[in-house]
């Protein structure tokens, strides 16, 4: 079930920039390969190259998620991946939570995850989401409403933190 946002932003912190995103959420089966080929590129811009951290994206998860994606002129400035309950926590969860650089500053984070929590869900239902943060990032994931579960681990040579947002 293919499900088309678009979200205007009339303002973007200190550049003044006037932004508007298209949203998509899509399930695996729905992504044409141009949609899935941006994904994988983007994940690995960042994830593998940015932060130079050789991990094994293909994880066989995305077949059973959602994909919320933020693009701009065709291009994909900010994706998430919505995993249903039992597959990575018990909760359902939200994944693989990427900005592309171009859009860094935008706002386009907050928005993705604004969005991300609202397909949860109408996807998977009401209930608590889980998500596995990178800690530098904790205090943006406080300010949704994620709260620490346990202590920093290292997954992938990176730091991170359970969150649960009840």
Do not use: W
Not at 11 to 18: L, P
Not at 117 to 134: D, K, L, S, T, V
């Amino acid at each position: 079930m293919l499900h088309v946002f678009i979200i205007p932003i009339f303002y973007i912190h200190s550049k003044n920039i006037v932004m508007e995103f298209i949203t998509l959420v899509k399930s695996f089966e729905e992504l044409s390969p141009t949609e899935l080929y941006k994904i994988l590129r983007l994940r690995n811009e960042v994830f593998v190259v940015e932060q130079s951290c050789p991990y094994q994206d293909a994880d066989n998860k995305d077949p059973k998620c959602y994909h919320l994606m933020l693009l701009k002129d065709d291009g994909l400035m900010a994706y998430a991946r919505l995993v249903p309950p039992g597959l990575s926590f018990p909760q359902m969860s939200i994944g693989r939570v990427i900005t592309s650089p171009k859009a860094r500053g935008t706002g386009a984070g907050r928005i993705l995850m604004n969005t991300a929590i609202e397909q949860c869900h109408q996807f998977f239902g009401e209930g608590p989401i889980q998500i596995g943060a990178q800690a530098y990032l904790l205090k943006f994931y406080s300010s949704l409403g994620f709260k620490e579960v346990g202590e920093i681990y290292d997954e992938d040579g990176i730091p991170h933190i359970d969150m649960i947002r009840a």
